[in-house]
């Protein structure tokens, strides 16, 4: 009888740190009575192209209130290096067999789950190694998205060495158009917005992505794009 080949894996990897230099502890921040990590992941739920939604983490003790989280909702996690980000990156993804990795960072609380899948159907059409939204940034700051295939990440671990590199995950991959296959993605004129962040890294980010969540928050309908 013949084998049944595995199904292509499309997984969601989030990095999350309680460490942030600017605004420690910022991931489990309350906004409209849920943590930040938890809306990140809860948009993600509403993407169509997602297989998997798992947390990275750093295997440190101070660390170990997001391996907690984690459980509670029941979200799948790897702990890994906290400097060496790329390496919890490849070993997350390889311990969870992805074939196609999403990278999102946990301070994009208004991560739109369209965007994602717009971005992971472009990769996938074009046949690219490796395809962002920020590359040339169109799109506001909070809704970045990146996608890159196992294979492509296997070669970013074994090769980069770079202390930078190795912290921001895939600076070697897309700076090296000569050896992978680069795709960048351009928003709409209509979500043209530069000057808005929409991502958490200050107080002042902070109150304001908590004004957007008061104001707009539903929970059953999750977009971003329309407002």
Known sequence: MEKK??????????????????????????????PMLWHVVNRLKFSEKLDDI??????????????????????????????????RYYKTAKKFKCDLIVRITSDCPLIDPQIVDLVIEKHLKLN???????????FPRGLGVEVFNFKVLKKAQK???????????TPYIYKNPEIFK???IKAERRLRYLEIRL???TKKDLRLIREIYKRLYKPKKQVITNI
């Open 199 to 201: 991502t958490v890294d």
């Open 182 to 184: 680069i795709q960048n």
């Open 5 to 34: 080949k595995p199904k292509f894996k499309i997984g969601a990897i989030i990095q999350a740190r309680m460490t942030s230099t600017r605004l420690p502890g910022k991931v489990l921040m309350d906004i409209e009575g849920k």
């Open 159 to 169: 090769e980069a060495k770079e202390d930078y590199q190795r912290e921001h995950v």
């Open 54 to 87: 798992i947390l990275a983490i750093p295997n440190t003790k101070k660390n170990n209130i997001l391996e907690k989280f984690a459980k509670d909702n029941k979200v799948k996690y790897f702990r890994g290096s906290e400097e060496d980000v790329l390496s």
């Open 128 to 138: 690219a190694d490796y395809t962002s939204n920020t590359l040339k940034r169109t």
